[in-house]
């Protein structure tokens, strides 16, 4: 009997397919990986089968890779990666057992509208990541949909001390997302100490 096989893609805001293609074999011959299949290379990204059998090995490893080289990753309709991550912070959304190492600038959009669909025990939570104390999540941006009315609520922690502030769209929340990550003042945003 044949095995069952899934196909991941893999794709880049800033990588050809073929510098994309030239990864993946170049970080499986390093690391003697011989569970991925061929990669093969399209228009705008580039795919992989793998045996169902071993999944989870290769979307494990796959992911080291995306984080280093700048890679995003879609598994059965799912981006598990946005290619632009950053590992100064880590993410958290329903469903997550733990914090995810890096944070998407590029995929805001797409999280944000996902968790507007799923409803109010839905959040986003972006937190600094140190390091020398990986648990540490007490500097973040968290935000939860306000179904009702569009909006979002959201929630700024520093040093323990908890803000939280209404914003009126997905573009504000975004907005706000950005310049923290950013590192800009966002203090004009009206917050109230929770």
Known sequence: MEPMTTTITVFSPTLSP???RAEI??????????FIGVPFTHSRNVTIEVDDDVINDCL????DVALASGL????DDEILRYGDEDVTFTT???GDDDARLGASRLGLEHQLTYLAEVGEDAFLKIAHFDISDPANETTYMQAKPLADVGGWTLEYAAAGVKNSTIVSST???ITT??????GEDIRDLNWTRS
């Open 171 to 173: 573009d504000d929340a």
């Open 92 to 94: 958290r959304m329903p």
């Open 177 to 182: 997302f950005l310049r923290w990550m950013n």
């Open 60 to 63: 494990g490893w796959l992911d």
């Open 72 to 75: 995003g990753i879609q598994h």
């Open 25 to 34: 074999l170049g970080a499986a011959k390093e690391d003697s990986v011989d």
């Open 18 to 20: 073929a510098q994309i």
